[in-house]
């Protein structure tokens, strides 16, 4: 179900996403879904309601089937073609470790202390603390903050830059599965 903001929040943005996260079964996010059908209805991730706002722009899916859940082939964001599964998930291009994207404290930024330096820029506002419980594993790390997992999926998605798996490596996965898996059973 769509749960909402606070009433004193869903008035004032232009624009709004959910950011749910979600991890593969060994904890690490390596996925990241654009868009959530949810009672009829097609949600977009806080991610890409940011890239919409950076470009002006607004997504659309492509290859969506209208009384499906999945469908989405890929999505169009202004001039970017985002190629997406059919669930609307991409695999998010990590631009490496932690704190690849700049960590300000938010009182300095709010302070003005850093105005010229952000002049133009995207702000992402999180908790970076392992105990806060915001920490997801990534290829990088176990304790990756989740407000840099959202950074590395709007870089993504602003510079059309997500990882594609293609379907000759998928053959090459299973066929090397096979070939490992022979020696193994044998012994």
């Keep these: 179900d769509v749960e909402p903001n606070i009433e004193r929040f869903h008035r004032t943005p232009r624009r709004m996403g959910f950011f749910s996260t979600y991890t593969d079964i060994d904890g690490v996010v390596r996925r990241a879904s654009l868009l959530i059908r949810c009672g009829g209805e097609l949600y977009v991730s806080l991610d890409l309601a940011i890239a919409e706002l950076a470009l002006g722009t607004q997504a659309e899916a492509i290859g969506?089937?209208?009384?499906?859940?999945?469908?989405?082939?890929?999505?169009?964001?202004?001039?970017?073609?985002?190629?997406?599964?059919?669930?609307?998930?991409?695999?998010?291009?990590?631009?490496?470790?932690?704190?690849?994207?700049?960590?300000?404290?938010?009182?300095?930024?709010?302070?003005?202390?850093?105005?010229?330096?952000?002049?133009?820029?995207?702000?992402?506002?999180?908790?970076?603390?392992?105990?806060?419980?915001?920490?997801?594993?990534?290829?990088?790390?176990?304790?990756?903050?989740?407000?840099?997992?959202?950074?590395?999926?709007?870089?993504?998605?602003?510079?059309?830059?997500?990882?594609?798996?293609n379907d000759e490596v998928r053959v090459l996965e299973v066929a090397m599965m096979v070939l490992a898996g022979l020696p193994i059973a044998l012994l």
């Design 64 to 165: 969506f089937v209208q009384s499906e859940a999945a469908g989405v082939e890929r999505i169009r964001l202004g001039d970017l073609m985002i190629p997406t599964d059919s669930g609307g998930r991409i695999l998010v291009n990590y631009r490496g470790p932690t704190r690849t994207f700049p960590h300000l404290p938010i009182v300095d930024i709010l302070a003005g202390k850093h105005d010229d330096e952000l002049s133009g820029s995207i702000v992402v506002v999180g908790p970076t603390e392992v105990g806060i419980q915001d920490v997801y594993g990534s290829p990088f790390s176990a304790a990756f903050p989740g407000v840099e997992v959202h950074a590395n999926i709007v870089d993504n998605l602003l510079s059309g830059q997500v990882l594609v798996r």
